[in-house]
């Protein structure tokens, strides 16, 4: 592609015109050292069993097997390989787009008594890769909590059916 004894136009010119850096041409990528090799196999090896596993994790398991490294090596290495941590991300709670927004029908209601106004609130927990739901209903107007249900979620509650545990 470049060619240094070209008679008419200099190295420079030639990737003047071919529009990359001339550093390009002057840098010549080391190839890896086999110790990164070997850490990166062992690595990836962890990887595959503990894909949750960050740099912070990894350096300290390989640590503890007797390598010396640190947490940039690991890092480095790790980005090099195009590894991640997978692990829940925050904003789970965003509304989806297409979800219709429904209006609070209870905003101009004033609670005077006992039991005239209700509210519930359903939270899902994910407890050895299935859901367990809470549910909590509480009397608007009066300090009280009515009561408590705990409900699981199995195969069947993917679909939206809940039972009661």
Not at 3 to 28: D, F, G, I
Not at 40 to 51: A, R, T
Request: some cysteine; glycine content about 6%.
């Amino acid at each position: 592609m470049i060619e240094t004894e070209h008679p008419k136009l200099s190295v420079a010119r030639q990737y003047e015109l071919l529009e990359l850096p001339r550093s390009t041409y002057y840098h010549h990528p080391k190839p890896p050292q086999e110790a990164d090799l070997a850490l990166m196999k062992q690595i990836d090896e962890i990887y595959l069993e503990s894909p949750f596993f960050g740099s912070r994790q990894m350096t300290r398991w390989l640590q503890r097997e007797g390598h010396v490294v640190n947490r940039k090596r690991v890092r480095r290495l790790m980005r090099l390989m195009g590894l991640t941590a997978i692990y829940q991300n925050p904003s789970l709670s965003k509304k989806a787009a297409s979800h219709q927004i429904y209006p609070y029908l209870l905003r101009t209601l004033k609670v005077e008594r006992s039991n005239q106004g209700w509210a519930t609130d359903i939270i899902y927990i994910p407890v050895c890769g299935d859901r367990l739901a809470l549910a909590d209903g509480a009397r608007m107007g009066t300090v009280q909590h009515a009561r408590c249900v705990v409900l699981r979620a199995s195969g069947a509650a993917r679909d939206g059916d809940l039972r009661q545990a």
